[in-house]
C-alpha cells in the first residue's frame, strides 16, 4: 500500500462515489469563485461544459453511439482534473480542509454516554 505524504492534495474521505463527485464538484466551484486563481485557468472547467453542448464531437458516434457519450464524459472529467490539479496546491488544501472539515470530527470522552437501559412493560390490556 502506497504511503501517505503529508503534501497530498486530494485526500478524500471514504462515502462513495456520489459523495466523492459532489465534494469535487464543490471544490471546483469554490475555486472557480476564488480570486487567487489565474482567471485563463479558470477557462478549463468553462470550456469542457461549452464542449459538452458544443454540437460538433471529437468521435461522433455513427458507429457506435456509446461512443459519443464517453467522449464527452472523457473530456468533463480530464477538464475538472486538470483544473483542479493546475490550480495553486495552498489554496485547493485550504478549500478542501473546510470542505471536509465536517467529516473528519472524531468521538471524544464527552460524546460517550453512560448509561443503562429499561424495558418498559407495554400499557395495551
Known sequence: MADKKPGDIMVTPSGGVVKDFVLRLKLILRLMSDRRVNFLLKLLPV?????????????????LPIIGALDDAAVLGLGAYLFVELCPPGVVQEHMKSLTSNFDVEPTADDIVDAEATDLPDDKP
Not at 470550456?47 to 458507429?63: F, V
Open 47 to 63: 470550456a469542457s461544459l461549452a464542449y459538452l453542448i458544443w454540437p460538433i464531437d471529437l468521435a461522433p458516434g455513427l458507429a
